[in-house]
């Protein structure tokens, strides 16, 4: 079955502090695929990044990075130099196979305050 | 704004009575999507269709929930006789099926029920 777990739930830094959210996921299939989505305050579901199984490069987008690493199953996302503005909950997420449903299952998500 | 759009925001509604959400996904998305989501957790997958097709429905669906997407665009989840367990956050997300590639999903805003 699929699982997708975030150990942190809570996350407090200071600005400009580089801070990392773990991700560790379980799946039986070969073909899959990682997200990563914040959630602000208001409730929306805002997509950063979508990789899948066959691609372990790790990707760079502004301060953002995510180091994919198939041995350890783990997804994980870093911000660089945070900001006040990057305080959210931000949820991993796997969907399995390809052309299939994309059912997401996420993990319970960690929240993350950056202090000025 | 051309993101995914839901409708009412929020509800409150009182135990018994029927709630339906409005989704409307983004244009030409042919793949439309509920979640739901309680505080503290990650959004749980409820269904999906393919066009108005309603192809994956959730254990947790129970036969209170109906979802509809008649002509394959906007789509509505009715809840019949709302229990307090139903206050929730419920998504909406769309997605533009490639095959074989892998889709993001797009999310909307939430429409929040609370069951009094």
């Known amino acids: 079955a699929q699982k997708v777990t975030q150990a942190q739930t809570e996350i407090s830094v200071v600005e400009k502090e580089d801070v990392t959210l773990d991700c560790v996921y379980e799946?039986?299939?070969?073909?899959?695929?990682l997200f990563w989505y914040k959630q602000p305050p208001s409730g929306e579901l805002v997509f950063l990044i979508r990789r899948n199984s066959f691609d372990e490069q790790n990707e760079i987008s502004g301060r953002y990075s995510w180091n994919f690493q198939k041995s350890t199953s783990s997804f994980n996302f870093t911000i660089t130099a945070s900001q006040v503005v990057d305080s959210a909950v931000y949820f991993c997420?796997?969907?399995?196979?390809?052309?299939?449903?994309?059912?997401?299952?996420f993990g319970k998500g960690t929240k993350l305050t950056v202090n000025p | 704004d051309t993101g995914v759009s839901q409708n009412p925001r929020h509800k409150i509604t009182k135990r018994g009575q029927n709630v339906t959400f409005r989704c409307d996904p983004i244009s030409e998305h042919n793949r439309l999507y509920w979640y739901r989501q309680t505080l503290g957790q990650g959004p749980e997958f409820l269904t999906y269709?393919?066009?108005?097709?309603?192809?994956?429905k959730s254990r947790l669906l129970s036969d209170r929930f109906s979802a509809e997407r008649p002509k394959g665009s906007f789509s509505t989840l009715e809840i019949q006789r709302t229990e307090q367990g139903d206050s929730a956050m419920y998504l909406c997300?769309?997605?533009?099926?490639?095959?074989?590639?892998?889709?993001?999903?797009?999310f909307g805003e939430g429409s929040w029920l609370t069951v009094v």
């Open positions: 997300a769309s997605s533009l099926d490639h095959r074989g590639a892998g889709n993001t999903i797009y």
């Open positions: 997420a796997l969907s399995e196979g390809l052309g299939g449903s994309e059912k997401l299952v």
């Open positions: 269709f393919q066009n108005e097709a309603q192809l994956e």
């Open positions: 799946t039986r299939d070969t073909t899959y695929y």
